[in-house]
C-alpha cells in the first residue's frame, strides 16, 4: 500500500483543509505515515502569511531531493496559500525542479486526477484563481471525503475568503473574495455530525462576522449561531476569527443568549494605536475595540479574550508601540499571538517606506511578550479553586484531558467512560498553559 506523508502549516483553515486532503487520499488507498523516510507522497499544504515560514519550505524541500535520488517514484507536493501568489508559484516551479506535484486552494477537489498524473511521471501544476462557485452559496467541496483529526470535536466551514484587505495582508489575495456556505448546508453538516457522536463544532472562516453579507437571502452570523444551537445533542460550539469592525451587537447578544456558544472570543486587534490601525486599514480605533471589549465582557461575564497583535508595522513608533503596550495590559487578553511585522509582496505595506528595522522588531516583541506572558499567568492562576465546565476528549500520559468553555486544557483522573461527557472539574494547579483539577460532578 502506498503511504503518504502530509505536514501542515498555517492556521485552522489549513488544518481543515488537509483533514479534506487526508479524506481523498486514504479514499485512493493511500495510507498515512509520520515516517518521511517510507513517503511514496510528501505533501506540504503551506501557509504564505509571514516570510519565515515559506523560507522553511523551501530549505525542507531542498533536503527531500536525496529521498527523490534515492526514490525516483517519489512524488513531492505542495499545496495551500503558497503557490496561490504568482510570484511564489513562479520560484517553487524553477527553484525546486523536484517538486511534481504543486495545486492550491481552490481546487482540492481535483487531487485524485492531479496525483494521477504525476504518478505517471507528469509534473503537474494547477492552481486557480478562484473557486469554481457557479452558483451562490455553493461550496465545491461539499460532500468531498474528510478525515477529522477528532471524533469529538470538528471544524465547519461557514465563510471562505476575505475582502477586508488589511494593508499588510496577503489572504485576500491568495484566498478569494467572501463566500458563504448556504446556512442549510452548514446545518446538515453539523446534525450529521452531531448523529456520528461529535459534540463540539468550531466555525471557521478569516471573517466568520461576514457570514451571510454575500448571499442574497435574510441571514447573518448571529442568526446561524442561534440555528445551530438548537441542534440537540450538540454540546458546544465555537467560532474563529471575528473581525472587530463587524462585531455587531446582535452577535454579542447571541453570545451571551445561546448555551452553546462557549465564552470565548478571539479578537484580533493587531495595534494599540489608532494612527498605525488607520495604515492597517482596520476600520477601528484604539476606542472603538476598547468600547467593544467592554460591551462583550459585560454581556458575558468571564469571557476569555485572545487576540493577534502585529509589531514593527511601517512607521510604528515607539510612541505606537507603547500605545500596544498599554492596550493589552487595559484588556489583560487571556493571550496572544504575536508576530513581526513580515511584509509580504503585492501588498500596499510592502510598498510603505518606512520599514522598521528587524533588531528594533525584535526588540519590541521581546517587550510584548514578556507582558503578554505575566499577564496569561494572572489569568491562569485565578482559575485555582474555580469549577468548570469540561467536555473530556480523551486520555493522556497526565490522565483524562479535555478543554473548559474558555478554551483551557485541564487534565484530571477519572475513568475511560467519561470521554465526551460534559463534567464539572474543581482546578487544583495551574501550569503555565494547562490546569489539573478533580472531578466533582458528572452528567453520567
Ligand atoms: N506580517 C506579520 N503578521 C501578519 N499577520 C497577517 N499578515 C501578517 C504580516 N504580513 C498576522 C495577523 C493575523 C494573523 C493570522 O497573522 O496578526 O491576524
Ligand atoms: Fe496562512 Fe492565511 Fe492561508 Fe491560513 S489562510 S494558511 S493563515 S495564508
Not at 506540504?44 to 525516483?72: D, F, I, Q, S, W
Not at 509534473?123 to 473557486?131: G, L, Q, T
Not at 474558555?406 to 503555565?432: K, P
Amino acid at each position: 500500500m502506498k503511504k503518504f506523508f502530509l505536514r501542515t502549516m498555517g492556521c485552522q483553515m489549513n488544518d481543515h483543509d488537509s483533514e479534506v486532503i487526508k479524506g481523498l487520499l486514504l479514499s485512493l488507498g493511500y495510507d498515512q505515515t509520520e515516517e518521511i523516510e517510507e513517503a511514496d507522497l510528501i505533501l506540504y499544504n503551506t501557509c504564505c502569511v509571514r516570510e519565515n515560514p515559506e523560507r522553511k519550505v523551501y530549505g525542507n524541500m531542498a533536503a527531500y531531493k536525496r529521498l527523490k535520488e534515492a526514490n525516483p517514484n517519489l512524488i513531492i507536493g505542495i499545496c495551500g496559500c503558497m503557490t496561490q501568489q504568482k510570484a511564489e508559484l513562479q520560484n517553487i516551479f524553477q527553484q525546486l525542479p523536484h517538486v511534481d506535484l504543486i495545486f492550491g486552494t481552490h481546487n482540492i477537489h481535483r487531487l485524485p486526477e492531479l496525483l494521477a498524473r504525476a504518478e505517471v511521471g507528469e509534473r503537474v501544476v494547477e492552481v486557480w484563481d478562484e473557486a469554481p462557485y457557479a452558483e451562490e452559496g455553493q461550496d465545491f467541496r461539499e460532500n468531498l471525503p474528510v478525515e477529522r483529526s477528532h471524533r469529538l470535536k470538528a471544524f465547519v466551514n461557514i465563510i471562505y475568503g476575505c475582502t477586508n484587505f488589511c494593508t499588510y495582508c496577503i489572504v485576500p489575495y491568495v484566498r478569494g473574495r467572501e463566500h458563504s456556505r448556504l446556512p442549510e448546508s452548514v446545518r446538515e453538516e453539523v446534525a450529521a455530525l452531531v448523529e456520528t457522536g461529535y459534540r463540539e463544532i468550531t466555525l471557521l472562516g478569516q471573517n466568520v462576522n461576514a457570514y451571510g453579507k454575500d448571499l442574497s437571502m435574510e441571514t447573518s452570523f448571529s442568526s446561524l449561531l442561534k440555528e445551530l444551537n438548537s441542534i440537540e445533542g450538540l454540546a458546544r460550539i465555537r467560532f474563529t476569527t471575528s473581525h472587530p469592525r463587524d462585531m455587531g451587537s446582535d452577535l454579542i447578544h447571541a453570545m451571551a443568549s445561546l448555551d452553546k456558544v462557549c465564552e470565548h472570543l478571539h479578537l484580533p486587534v493587531q495595534a494599540g494605536s489608532s494612527r498605525v490601525l488607520r495604515r492597517m486599514n482596520r476600520g477601528y480605533t484604539r476606542e472603538n475595540y476598547l468600547d467593544l471589549v467592554e460591551k462583550v465582557r459585560k454581556a458575558v461575564p468571564g469571557i476569555a479574550l485572545t487576540t493577534d497583535i502585529i509589531v514593527g508595522f511601517p512607521g510604528e513608533t515607539e510612541e505606537d508601540f507603547e500605545q500596544t503596550l498599554s492596550l493589552v495590559e487595559e484588556v489583560g487578553f487571556d493571550s496572544a499571538f504575536t508576530f513581526i511585522y513580515s511584509p509580504r509582496e503585492g501588498t500596499p505595506a510592502a510598498r510603505y517606506a518606512d520599514q522598521v528595522p528587524e533588531e528594533v522588531k525584535k526588540e519590541r516583541i521581546y517587550r510584548l511578550i514578556e507582558l503578554q506572558n505575566k499577564i496569561s499567568a494572572q489569568h491562569i492562576q485565578r482559575l485555582v479553586g474555580t469549577e468548570q465546565e469540561v467536555l473530556v476528549e480523551g486520555r493522556d500520559t497526565q490522565g483524562l484531558v479535555g478543554r473548559t468553555r474558555t478554551n483551557r486544557q485541564v487534565h484530571f483522573a477519572g475513568s475511560e467512560e467519561l470521554v465526551g461527557e460534559l463534567v464539572t472539574v474543581e482546578i487544583t494547579e495551574a501550569g503555565t498553559w494547562t490546569l489539573r483539577g478533580k472531578v466533582v460532578h458528572t452528567q453520567a
